[in-house]
């Protein structure tokens, strides 16, 4: 059963940074797609960011593009979430998702199979 602890999270100001964290129990280059999903109060899950296990293509919400960015440390088991200009609206619980089977739809949550137990960001306006 592969675990995904994620970690990071907290309580922040509007236009601050904060770098979420997430380690897989097996190398995270070998899975399919591994990203970030994040749910804020009342809504439903969204989509953040994922990239492919080797690192070769990554893809954002709209939402998030050109604050965030999705990286790994390649050689282990670790995928981070570095996010910039934090908005009162990124407040949500951040999770962790992969999966190692062959699926083209990245922002499908349904696909996911792995999911970490979730990091509370809090941005402050």
């Known amino acids: 059963q592969v675990q995904l602890i994620d970690s990071g999270g907290g309580l922040v100001q509007a236009g601050d940074s904060l770098r979420l964290s997430c380690t897989a129990s097996v190398p995270t280059s070998n899975m399919y797609f591994v990203g970030w999903f994040r749910q804020a109060p009342g809504k439903e899950r969204e989509f953040v960011a994922v990239?492919?296990?080797?690192?070769?293509?990554?893809y954002y919400a709209d939402s998030v593009t050109g604050r965030f960015t999705i990286s790994s440390d390649y050689a282990g088991n670790t995928i981070y979430l570095q996010m910039g200009s934090l908005k009162p609206g990124d407040t949500a619980v951040y999770f962790c998702?992969?999966?190692?089977?062959?699926?083209?739809?990245?922002?499908?949550?349904?696909?996911?199979?792995?999911w970490g137990q979730g990091t509370q960001v809090t941005v402050s306006s």
């Open positions: 998702a992969g999966r190692h089977r062959y699926y083209t739809e990245y922002a499908d949550q349904t696909a996911y199979d792995y």
């Open positions: 990239m492919s296990g080797n690192g070769a293509v990554t």
